[in-house]
């Protein structure tokens, strides 16, 4: 199947040549963006999955007619026949006659890959929100100096704009790392929102559904019945009404297999278990962020990154910073050659010490 990930292999593997974000960012626009358009491209690859709905013909009614119609409108399954014997309860489970009381019908299946499309879309949001607030300001400060062989005379030049730079706008970096953190927030808030969404796009079946799978698999064989056939059954029941000869109607209910289903059911447990994975590891990623709010944590956060400048040098510096201060100098150490970002720190404690004198 590469030649269906070939377009899009390039948002998990591009590497972007200066870094503004962290890992818990990437996990959202890198990672979550491929998995969902991934899949929404698997769903519609007919050649591997076979087409997307096939029903038996019936009376005078063509399979090709009730294959079209049955897609169009919406097929159901029977509740009270999801448990029992196929061959002797029921034909397959969720399939036979019912009343209309007595009938759940599936209406997400013709939206499946647009939904899980537009999720990936909103999953890149934050991310397109925070490279338009960044505007380049890591990428202009650390111009020439992000590669370990540069000219001398250019990294002096550039080392003393810099540690200018940061003497002039000393404490004027706050509305930037506030943007960030809204960002980071709401990377939090849409993977919870894209959680209740899925869950209301399958008929508030999604939240319970990896907890009943689990539950599923530790049953004994010929008493479970399998809670994603529920989800998302593999057959179905169609009514289709036609004008009779003599001009009375007449009803033909229909079996209708449906093979994406198979590969359904296994992307919605894998996103049940990623959402909740990525949520965790975002929550935990504002907890350091709070973390970080405290001056000692940013002290010592300081120093494991400039972990080539004396301790002396990075404290001075370090007492001098404020929040946008510390997290503007975390994004330029991670993107800076370690040696050169030494002499930069050294370069600015001297001015900041002078300052002091």
Not at 166 to 173: G, R, T, Y
Not at 336 to 341: G, N, R, V, Y
């Amino acid at each position: 199947m590469s030649d269906v990930f070939s377009g899009i292999k390039h948002l998990l593997l591009k590497t972007d040549g200066i870094s503004i974000d962290n890992n818990s960012f990437k996990l959202h626009y890198k990672a979550t963006t491929f998995v969902l358009i991934a899949s929404s491209l698997l769903l519609t690859q007919k050649h591997y999955f076979s087409d997307p709905i096939d029903c038996l013909e019936v009376g005078s009614v063509a399979s090709d007619v009730l294959d079209t119609y049955c897609w169009i409108t919406d097929v159901y399954t029977v509740p009270s026949l999801l448990d029992g014997k196929i061959g002797k309860d029921f034909a397959h489970e969720g399939v036979g006659k019912s009343n209309q009381g007595d009938r759940d019908y599936h209406k997400y299946y013709q939206w499946v890959t647009l939904f899980v499309f537009f999720q990936a879309l909103l999953f890149y949001v934050p991310r397109y929100i925070w490279k338009i607030w960044e505007g380049g300001k890591v990428k202009m400060l650390v111009s020439e100096l992000n590669t370990p062989i540069v000219d001398e005379d250019v990294k002096k030049k550039r080392l003393d704009l810099m540690v200018d730079y940061f003497n002039i706008n000393l404490h004027q970096h706050k509305a930037y790392a506030i943007k960030y953190i809204v960002c980071e927030i709401l990377n939090f808030v849409n993977v919870i929102l894209q959680i209740f969404f899925t869950d209301l796009f399958l008929g508030f079946e999604f939240r319970k559904y990896g907890t009943d799978v689990l539950n599923f698999t530790g049953q004994d064989i010929g008493t479970r019945h399998d809670p994603m056939d529920r989800v998302f059954p593999k057959v179905t029941n169609c009514i289709f009404y036609q004008m009779g000869r003599s001009g009375s109607f007449e009803k033909e209910t229909t079996m209708c297999v449906m093979p994406l289903n198979v590969l359904n059911e296994k992307i919605f447990i894998f996103l049940w278990f990623w959402y909740i994975i990525v949520a965790v590891l975002t929550g935990l990623g504002l907890v350091y962020r709070l973390a970080t709010l405290s001056p000692l944590v940013r002290k010592t956060l300081l120093r494991a990154r400039s972990r080539l400048t004396p301790s002396v040098a990075v404290d001075q510096v370090a007492s001098k910073c404020h929040y946008g201060d510390w997290f503007i100098l975390s994004h330029l150490a991670k993107n800076m050659d370690p040696l050169i970002f030494k002499d930069f720190m050294l370069g600015l404690g001297k001015k900041f010490k002078g300052v002091d004198d």
